[in-house]
Structure formats: C-alpha cells, structure tokens
C-alpha cells in the first residue's frame, strides 16, 4: 500500500477552499488505496469542540503543530517553525511521496525536510498570494510573494494547480513542473434535487428573487463590490422584491454589515454537508466578485446545485464560467457591470434556464472521481522516478 503524508498549514475544522479540497482528496486517496496521513496546524477547542465529523471527512492520523492565531483574521493559524517535530513525524510515517499543500511553514518546512531524505514531494499552488498583497493594501509585497512562490514550487517534483490560468501564471514565474489538477465537484452532493421552497421560505424569501454569496468575508474576496451592486440594482425593482443572501465569516464582516443596504441577510458559516447543499439549490442566482482565484470552488457548487451563476471575468474563473454559455461574466471591479447581469438574471426567465442547465452539464464534466483517478496515476509516477533503477 503506498504512503501519503499531506503537509498543509490550514485543515479541518478551518474552512476554507484549502481545507476541503485536501479533506476531499484525501478520502478520495483512502477509496483508491493510499494509506494517508497529515501534519497541520493545531487548532483551538472553540473550533475543534464544535466540529462535526461527517462523511465527508477522512479519518486520517493528524499530527498537530502548535500554532497561535494571525491577528488580522484569528480563524487562520500559523503554525510554528517546528522543523524537528516535522522532520521526526516524516520519518515515523514513511511516506513515498510528501505533497506539500501551503507555502506557509507546515509546507515550507516539510518541502525541505523530504528533499533532504530523498523523498519525491509535490506541491499545490491554490493561491494567488501575489495578487492577495494588494488586496490587503500592500502591493509593494507583491514582487517578493511571487519570488517566494516561484522558489518553493520550483523545489518540488510536480506542482498541481486547479486552472489553466493559475499554470500560466506559475510559468511566468518560473515554475515548469507543473499539472493542472484539482478541478473536480461531488456532483452528488451538489444537486438541483435539494431545492427545497421550504428552505427558500424560511430565509424569508418566499417572493423575492434571491442572490447568494458563498465564501470568507476577506478583502480578496471583494463582497463589497457585491453589496454595491445590488444596491444599485435594487433601486429599480419593487421593494423587497429581491434580496442577497451572504453565507461565510471573516475579518471583513463587522465592515461589511455596516455597509450592507436593506434586504441583504448575513447567514454566517454553514455546514458544508448538512446546510450548504439545500441552500445553493434553493437560491435563484449565484454572484461571485473575486479576482484572486486559482479555481472558485464556490462557482463549481454553485453551477452543480444546478443555479445560474454572474462572476468576475479573472483567474481560475474563466476555465469555468464562460460569459452567456455557463454564466454571466462582468470586468473585475465594475460595479456597473455586475448590477447589470444580475437584473438581467431576473428579467430574462429563459436566460436563467439556459445556463443553469449549462453550468450543471459543465459541473458533471468535473467529476472528482476522475479527478482522483488521474492523481493516482500522477503520484505513482512520481514514485516510480526516484525507485527505478
């Protein structure tokens, strides 16, 4: 049976785009055979205690790292450098293959570790850390990211990245070993068939066509720009007519609730498994106003549960949402634009059909078992390099 050992600064109970996909890879890893262990940061009672275990979740040996909170979003952990504990836990679990999935110190630190051992290591590139400098107001940073980003990865065997336009990006900086991978959607869990009017009246949205935002409430994810356009849109439609639901939590949330304009609902985080599902389904359009994002897992959920979808026209998003086939697409950063595509959501009941049906037939082409398959093949080459002969 051959061994994974995952090394990620962000896992489970965090959630995040991070920490699902690596959740989901590794039970997909676990039905194909692999036997999986992870080394992340630790994790404060108040999240671990409320965690539920799900079907959802590996049941994978986690050596934990000590972390303290980073004080601009205290969710997120940073893990300390704790290179000996890291290098005495890859040496107990004997891994084949170490794949790195942050940039951070778990990551960093175990890159490091696996090449002095001799141990074939992959990476994962999930974000665009370089673009994230700006939208934290600190663009003189940008330079010195993308350096860092582009030696780490280029220490690596193979670095996996979820869109076509995140490899490019990896290219520019010099990274070559490089495999667009990661782009897969349960298909199953995400689903129009868990439409529920109940649910839709229970958010108070009986008649009111409704928006849904799903994601961190973090100056990258720019929700502002969301809250902005549908004030705009609004002012032209009867009163309570519409309305935009925003499920996740975040630094920005205090702000963004100061800002928010009548018949805008904050749900806060929802459960991936038992609350998201239903509540994608029983939306009527899905908005989305990044321009950071490697893939925009959210949109694949979105366009799975079967609802039409307006997006940002950058990044990982465009090997998606194509503007009037799978979505609609608006500039990044115009107000205008996004304003104008959801009104024409509610106008246009036959332009919703349309591309719902297309953004669901897209999803079902990424399926992640496929996905999954396709990784097996990939770490067993990577194996068989460094044992062959």
Same mark, same amino acid.
């Given at each position: 049976? &051959?061994?994974?050992?995952?090394?990620t600064?962000?896992?489970l109970?965090?959630i995040n785009?991070?920490?699902?996909?690596?959740a989901?890879? %590794? =039970?997909?890893?676990?039905? %194909?055979?692999?036997?999986?262990? #992870?080394?992340?940061?630790?994790?404060p009672?108040? =999240?671990?205690?409320s965690?539920?275990p799900?079907?959802?979740? !590996?049941?994978?040996?986690?050596?934990?790292?000590?972390?303290?909170?980073?004080?601009p979003?205290?969710?997120?952990?940073?893990?300390? !450098?704790?290179?000996?504990?890291?290098?005495?836990?890859?040496?107990?679990f004997? !891994?084949?293959l170490? *794949?790195?999935?942050?940039?951070?110190?778990?990551?960093?630190?175990? =890159?490091?570790?696996?090449?002095?051992?001799g141990?074939?290591c992959?990476?994962?590139?999930?974000?665009?850390?370089?673009?994230? &400098?700006? $939208?934290?107001?600190?663009?003189w940073?940008?330079r010195? #990211?993308?350096?860092?980003?582009? +030696?780490?990865?280029? @220490?690596?065997?193979?670095?996996?990245?979820?869109?076509?336009?995140?490899? $490019?990006? =990896? *290219?520019?900086?010099?990274?070559?070993?490089t495999?667009?991978w990661?782009r897969g959607i349960?298909?199953?869990?995400f689903?129009?068939? +868990?439409?529920?009017?109940? +649910? +839709?009246?229970? %958010?108070?949205?009986?008649?009111?066509?409704?928006?849904l935002?799903?994601?961190?409430l973090?100056?990258?994810?720019?929700?502002?720009?969301l809250?902005? &356009?549908?004030d705009?849109?609004?002012h032209?439609?009867?009163?309570?007519s519409?309305?935009?639901?925003i499920?996740?939590?975040?630094?920005d949330?205090?702000?963004?609730?100061?800002?928010?304009?009548?018949?805008?609902?904050?749900?806060?985080?929802?459960?991936?498994?038992?609350r998201l599902?239903? @509540?994608?389904?029983?939306?009527d359009?899905?908005?989305?106003?990044s321009?950071?994002e490697? @893939?925009?897992?959210?949109?694949?959920?979105a366009m $799975?549960?079967?609802?039409? #979808?307006?997006a940002?026209?950058?990044?990982?998003?465009?090997? *998606?949402?194509?503007?009037?086939?799978t979505? %609609?697409?608006?500039?990044?950063?115009?107000?205008?634009g996004?304003?104008r595509a959801?009104?024409?959501?509610?106008?246009?009941?036959?332009?919703?059909?349309?591309?719902?049906?297309?953004?669901r037939a897209?999803?079902?082409?990424?399926?992640?078992?496929?996905?999954?398959?396709?990784?097996?093949?990939?770490?067993?080459?990577l194996?068989?390099?460094?044992?062959?002969?």
């Amino acid at each position: 049976m &051959a061994r994974v050992l995952y090394c990620t600064d962000s896992y489970l109970p965090q959630i995040n785009g991070v920490s699902i996909v690596t959740a989901q890879t %590794l =039970l997909g890893l676990q039905r %194909l055979g692999w036997s999986c262990g #992870v080394i992340a940061p630790a994790y404060p009672q108040r =999240l671990t205690g409320s965690a539920r275990p799900t079907s959802a979740e !590996p049941a994978v040996p986690v050596h934990s790292i000590p972390s303290v909170a980073w004080p601009p979003y205290p969710d997120l952990r940073l893990a300390w !450098p704790a290179r000996r504990a890291i290098h005495r836990r890859i040496r107990q679990f004997q !891994p084949d293959l170490v *794949h790195c999935a942050t940039e951070f110190v778990i990551g960093r630190l175990a =890159l490091s570790v696996a090449r002095e051992l001799g141990i074939p290591c992959c990476t994962t590139y999930h974000t665009n850390f370089g673009q994230y &400098a700006s $939208a934290y107001g600190v663009p003189w940073l940008r330079r010195p #990211v993308e350096r860092w980003i582009s +030696h780490m990865h280029g @220490l690596a065997d193979r670095t996996f990245t979820p869109s076509a336009v995140a490899e $490019a990006e =990896l *290219h520019r900086m010099g990274v070559r070993h490089t495999e667009v991978w990661g782009r897969g959607i349960d298909t199953d869990l995400f689903h129009p068939r +868990h439409r529920s009017p109940a +649910h +839709h009246a229970a %958010l108070g949205a009986e008649r009111a066509f409704t928006f849904l935002y799903v994601g961190r409430l973090a100056p990258e994810k720019n929700v502002s720009l969301l809250l902005a &356009a549908f004030d705009r849109m609004q002012h032209h439609r009867p009163p309570g007519s519409v309305q935009l639901l925003i499920a996740g939590h975040g630094p920005d949330e205090a702000m963004l609730r100061r800002h928010a304009g009548a018949h805008v609902t904050f749900l806060g985080a929802q459960d991936r498994t038992t609350r998201l599902p239903s @509540l994608y389904a029983s939306a009527d359009a899905f908005v989305f106003a990044s321009t950071t994002e490697t @893939l925009g897992l959210v949109l694949l959920e979105a366009m $799975a549960s079967g609802v039409p #979808v307006v997006a940002a026209a950058a990044g990982g998003v465009l090997d *998606h949402v194509r503007d009037e086939a799978t979505g %609609l697409t608006f500039a990044g950063g115009d107000v205008e634009g996004c304003a104008r595509a959801m009104d024409r959501l509610i106008t246009d009941p036959g332009l919703r059909h349309r591309l719902a049906t297309a953004g669901r037939a897209w999803a079902e082409q990424q399926a992640w078992y496929l996905e999954m398959v396709r990784l097996d093949a990939s770490y067993r080459e990577l194996i068989s390099r460094r044992v062959a002969p």
